[in-house]
Structure formats: structure tokens, C-alpha cells
């Protein structure tokens, strides 16, 4: 489903990903973990071309990616993304943000929109949501919103990076509640977060990273367990 091949990617003289192997199969549940600044919200950009990246190959369902360029259209449809900030737009309604990109993007009708949303609404489990505005939402139901947003496009690859990190504490578990259901669903996520808890419950696999590099790979049990570079240990040992 995603395959990144040696990709490199510098912002100015910093090379932010050094020449990253990465791939993930359809239905695959990804964790990214790793100290701040080590790359991983890059890493993430660069699967829906949000960030071009300068070399090397990603492939994103069989459509490579132009180096240097945005992503074309069918590769940006594809694969939805939740960010720290919910990125709501303010000045419309919680159904209003949900049926904007399907009307325009996948010409949906106002109808056949609102059947989406709601239903999406449902899913994340707040339908009666839906003709607040964000602002009058909890962080975790704006949240909400927003993986809810995406899904109405449909998308066959969701990205999430750390979703929770903006909420208070006790609305972490609603939104990783959410997403633990929609792991439930077969969808392909590649999540970057530190919700350690959550990883083990869904992950597939664990990838760590530092200084634009994955350092290591494994299925949760293994990575907890018996982590085998000194980076991830030192990692897991500050944040667990
Ligand atoms: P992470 O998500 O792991 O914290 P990022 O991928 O956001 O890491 O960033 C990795 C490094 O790249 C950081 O040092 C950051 O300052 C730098 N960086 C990220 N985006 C830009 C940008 N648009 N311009 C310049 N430097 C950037
Ligand atoms: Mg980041």
C-alpha cells in the first residue's frame, strides 16, 4: 500500500529523513514513535505529499510520487489525516466541515454529504454534535470531528500525528477509543503517538525513529519487550 525506498528529504542544509526504507501493507496498523525533532511528522507528510520529498522512491498504492511536487489528486483522496491541532474550520458547523470536502472533492450531493457525515458522526459517537460550532466542543470531541471529517473522504490509508497530544488528559481516551475501533475496521493507519497503551492494543508493527532515521522496527511484544538499539531503550525508559 505504501513503500518508501531511500527516501531522502532536507529543509535547507538539514537532512530531516535520511534515506528511509518503509512500507505497509494493506490493513496494516503502523505506530511511529521517537524523540522530538527525529522526523516522524515528516515521515507522515511525505506518504500523502504534503511535504515533497527531494529523493529516492514512495510509492503510495501503486502511484509513485514526483519528487519536489505535490501529490497528485488520487494519492491526496486516498489517504486522510489527523493532526495535533484539529484544524477545524471555526466558522462552520461540525456538519458543515464534514459534507465541505466531499461536496467539492468526491461530488457528492448536499444529500448524499449529510447521509455521510451523520453516519460518520455516528461512528465517532457524537451525531447530536452536529450543528454545533468547534468552538463550543471539548478538545476530545473536536477531535472527534475531525477523524470523523476525514473519514467522510473515504480514504483507504489514515494518518494520525499524535492526535492526543493537544487534549487534556481525561479526553485521551475518547478519541484513542475511536481509533481503536477504527483499527477494528481493516483500515490501513499509520499513527504517530506515545500512547504506548494504544500500540500495544493495536499496532502491527512499531517503528522507531531518531535523527530522520528508523532505528528499528518490530511488533509491539518484541519492541516493548527487548528493545534492540540502546536509542530505543533510552527512548522507552523516558516515556514509559
Ligand atoms: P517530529 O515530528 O519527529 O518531531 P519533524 O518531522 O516535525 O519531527 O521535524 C524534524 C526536524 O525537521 C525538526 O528539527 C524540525 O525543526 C525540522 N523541520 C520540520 N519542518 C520544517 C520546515 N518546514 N522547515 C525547516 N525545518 C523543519
Ligand atoms: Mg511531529
Do not use: W
Given at each position: 500500500m505504501i513503500r518508501f525506498e531511500g527516501v531522502s528529504k532536507r529543509f535547507g542544509d538539514f537532512?530531516?529523513?535520511?534515506s528511509i526504507d518503509f512500507e505497509a501493507r494493506q490493513g496494516e496498523r503502523i505506530v511511529v514513535c521517537g524523540p522530538s525533532g527525529s522526523g516522524k511528522s515528516t515521515l507522515i507528510r511525505c506518504i500523502n505529499g504534503l511535504e515533497p520529498h527531494d529523493a529516492g522512491t514512495i510509492t503510495v498504492e501503486g502511484v509513485t510520487l514526483g519528487r519536489g511536487k505535490a501529490a497528485p489528486a488520487r494519492v491526496r483522496n486516498g489517504v486522510g489525516m489527523v493532526f495535533?491541532?484539529?484544524?477545524?474550520?471555526?466558522?462552520?458547523t461540525v456538519l458543515q466541515n464534514l459534507t465541505l470536502g466531499p461536496i467539492r472533492a468526491?461530488?457528492?450531493t448536499q444529500a448524499q454529504a449529510r447521509e455521510t457525515a451523520m453516519r460518520y458522526l455516528e461512528r465517532v459517537r457524537?451525531?447530536?454534535?452536529?450543528?454545533?460550532?468547534?468552538?463550543?466542543?471539548?478538545g476530545g470531541q473536536q477531535q472527534r470531528v475531525a477523524i470523523a471529517r476525514s473519514l467522510c473522504m473515504e480514504p483507504r490509508i489514515m494518518l494520525f500525528d499524535e492526535?492526543?497530544?493537544?487534549?487534556d488528559p481525561e479526553m485521551i481516551s475518547e478519541v484513542l477509543d475511536v481509533m481503536v475501533e477504527l483499527a477494528g475496521t481493516g483500515m490501513t493507519m499509520i499513527v504517530v503517538t506515545h500512547e504506548m497503551g494504544f500500540a500495544r492494543k493495536v499496532a502491527d508493527r512499531m517503528v522507531f525513529m531518531d535523527h530522520g532515521q528508523i532505528v528499528e522496527t518490530a511488533p509491539p511484544e518484541a519492541f516493548f519487550t527487548?528493545?534492540?538499539?540502546q536509542r530505543c531503550r533510552d527512548f522507552l525508559n523516558k516515556i514509559l
Amino acid at each position: 500500500m505504501i513503500r518508501f525506498e531511500g527516501v531522502s528529504k532536507r529543509f535547507g542544509d538539514f537532512e530531516v529523513l535520511k534515506s528511509i526504507d518503509f512500507e505497509a501493507r494493506q490493513g496494516e496498523r503502523i505506530v511511529v514513535c521517537g524523540p522530538s525533532g527525529s522526523g516522524k511528522s515528516t515521515l507522515i507528510r511525505c506518504i500523502n505529499g504534503l511535504e515533497p520529498h527531494d529523493a529516492g522512491t514512495i510509492t503510495v498504492e501503486g502511484v509513485t510520487l514526483g519528487r519536489g511536487k505535490a501529490a497528485p489528486a488520487r494519492v491526496r483522496n486516498g489517504v486522510g489525516m489527523v493532526f495535533q491541532q484539529f484544524n477545524l474550520f471555526p466558522h462552520l458547523t461540525v456538519l458543515q466541515n464534514l459534507t465541505l470536502g466531499p461536496i467539492r472533492a468526491r461530488k457528492l450531493t448536499q444529500a448524499q454529504a449529510r447521509e455521510t457525515a451523520m453516519r460518520y458522526l455516528e461512528r465517532v459517537r457524537i451525531p447530536e454534535q452536529a450543528d454545533k460550532y468547534p468552538r463550543q466542543l471539548s478538545g476530545g470531541q473536536q477531535q472527534r470531528v475531525a477523524i470523523a471529517r476525514s473519514l467522510c473522504m473515504e480514504p483507504r490509508i489514515m494518518l494520525f500525528d499524535e492526535p492526543t497530544s493537544a487534549l487534556d488528559p481525561e479526553m485521551i481516551s475518547e478519541v484513542l477509543d475511536v481509533m481503536v475501533e477504527l483499527a477494528g475496521t481493516g483500515m490501513t493507519m499509520i499513527v504517530v503517538t506515545h500512547e504506548m497503551g494504544f500500540a500495544r492494543k493495536v499496532a502491527d508493527r512499531m517503528v522507531f525513529m531518531d535523527h530522520g532515521q528508523i532505528v528499528e522496527t518490530a511488533p509491539p511484544e518484541a519492541f516493548f519487550t527487548a528493545p534492540r538499539s540502546q536509542r530505543c531503550r533510552d527512548f522507552l525508559n523516558k516515556i514509559l
